[in-house]
């Protein structure tokens, strides 16, 4: 059962992070909230709220009601009276207007940013052991949380030999360092050596998504 509820009265927009036990109110950034008429949540990403004030329109919130911006570019009212948002797109908010009809409002979406870089870079001497490569960076979350699992890797072998994949989690400030089992091995005749690319992947809870890339590489010859 959800411990974080929210109200919202003639007083502004309050919160409880104990079931309803105690309440604070969080209005900064709300315009004329002696009344708010609604409040809704995002199902996918709680801290994402929108709330409607009687004279000033829709605001939203990315923190949990820390703070609100106005959201009425195109609103040809600010008499909003409900507000809906779409379970599977909570990107896309409709309002209700008094007088004036339904709007759409689909927020823009932001899809993650990722760091990465790979250590060591050359593998030597190529000698067919496994060698374990450190994979380490940041994922930087878009307009929405990274879940659970969002975060992934895959290598590209030139050879198409020895690709690993899999999942990894993220630290603070979504910092990451994982180990990569490569081969150092090369065909005697590449010239250019054995490259492996590894991709680092994340996608946020309504499918954004973001990459980067980092090669290792087993040279024809020590140097190159």
Known sequence: MPTTVYAGTNAGVFKSTNGGGSW?????????YTSVRVVAIDPQTPATLYSVTQTSGVFKSTNGGGSWNAINTDLPTLDVRA???DPQTPARLYAGTFGSGVFVFDDPQTAPTIGCVATPSTIWPPNGKRVV???SGTVTAGSQPIPAGGA???VKDEYGEVQPSGSFGLGPGG???FGVSLIAARNGDDQDGRTY????SARDAIGNAGSCSTVVTVPHDYGR
Do not use: E, H, P, R
Not at 24 to 32: D, E, K
Not at 197 to 200: D, G, K, N, P, R
């Open 24 to 32: 604070s109110a969080v209005n900064t950034g709300l315009t004329n």
């Open 83 to 85: 507000l809906a948002i």
């Open 133 to 135: 490569v450190t994979v």
């Open 152 to 154: 992934t890797f895959a």
């Open 175 to 177: 910092s990451y360092s």
């Open 197 to 200: 690319t590894i991709v680092v």
